[in-house]
């Protein structure tokens, strides 16, 4: 029987790897992608080392044709997609009337079209398994000072929830872990228990959204 596939999409030393070795350990071979080259070979010799299976695809969330084209390789060299975590973000910071158009659209592409067209060029591959889309508390609670990465992440949620309501259909689980924090080592957000989390949503396959937030005393 061959081995399950996750594909990390926005692989990064944060959440990312810390997702990637989640999947990992529980016997899943891995697919990152990222638009560094180099990154990506470190993190997939990182992996290596611990005796996983991994491969680094170079793709700009921004480009369809990237991620079109990766997704068709991933499957030809695995064989299978079964889960993608897309974990991909862009935030040039400023106040909403200091923003460029330009700024706003680029990080849109990246905070969101990128997350869809993943979806969509992934989903044909797959057989049942899950979508998985990280969000953020800006999409709740909007700051100023933030004002591009909350709209990103306000638009991502809200196409958690439609994709969610149209692959149910494919039997495609989609849902969006919504971090109410600022992700952190050595804390509630440290990203190593970020990624469990979303590993034990990929399991479960409840909820569309949960929100990951520190209890309060």
């Given at each position: 029987?061959?081995?399950?596939?996750?594909?990390?999409?926005?692989a990064?030393?944060?959440?990312?790897?810390?997702?990637?070795?989640?999947?990992?350990?529980?016997?899943?071979?891995?697919?990152?992608?990222?638009?560094?080259?180099?990154?990506?070979?470190?993190?997939?010799?990182?992996?290596?080392?611990?005796?996983?299976?991994?491969?680094?695809?170079?793709?700009?969330?921004?480009?369809?044709?990237?991620?079109?084209?990766?997704?068709?390789?991933?499957?030809?060299?695995?064989?299978?997609?079964?889960?993608?975590?897309?974990?991909?973000?862009?935030?040039?910071?400023?106040?909403?009337?200091?923003?460029?158009?330009?700024?706003?659209?680029?990080?849109?592409?990246?905070?969101?079209?990128?997350?869809?067209?993943?979806?969509?060029?992934?989903?044909?591959?797959?057989?049942?398994?899950?979508?998985?889309?990280?969000?953020?508390?800006?999409?709740?609670?909007?700051?100023?000072?933030?004002?591009?990465?909350?709209?990103?992440?306000?638009?991502?949620?809200?196409?958690?929830?439609?994709?969610?309501?149209?692959?149910?259909?494919?039997?495609?689980?989609?849902?969006?872990?919504?971090?109410?924090?600022f992700?952190?080592?050595?804390?509630?957000?440290?990203?190593e228990?970020?990624?469990?989390?979303?590993?034990?949503?990929?399991?479960?396959?409840?909820?569309v959204?949960?929100?990951?937030?520190?209890?309060?005393?």
């Open positions: 029987m061959s081995m399950k596939t996750a594909v990390i999409i926005g990064g030393p944060g959440i990312g790897l810390h997702t990637a070795e989640q999947f990992a350990k529980n016997g899943y071979q891995v697919a990152l992608l990222a638009r560094n080259a180099d990154r990506l070979a470190d993190y997939e010799s990182q992996l290596v080392q611990k005796g996983y299976t991994a491969k680094g695809f170079e793709a700009d969330t921004r480009s369809e044709a990237d991620l079109q084209m990766v997704m068709g390789q991933i499957h030809e060299m695995f064989g299978s997609i079964d889960t993608v975590v897309y974990n991909a973000v862009a935030a040039t910071p400023g106040r909403p009337t200091t923003l460029t158009s330009a700024d706003v659209i680029r990080d849109f592409e990246v905070n969101v079209l990128g997350a869809l067209m993943s979806a969509r060029f992934a989903a044909p591959y797959m057989d049942g398994g899950s979508i998985l889309l990280t969000g953020g508390g800006l999409a709740l609670y909007p700051s100023a000072d933030y004002a591009s990465l909350a709209i990103g992440k306000a638009a991502l949620r809200n196409l958690a929830y439609s994709l969610h309501e149209e692959l149910a259909d494919s039997s495609i689980y989609v849902g969006t872990l919504t971090i109410k924090g992700v952190q080592e050595g804390t509630y957000f440290a990203p228990r970020i990624a469990e989390a979303l590993y034990d949503m990929h399991v479960q396959q409840t909820e959204e949960r929100m990951y937030e520190e209890e309060q005393a």
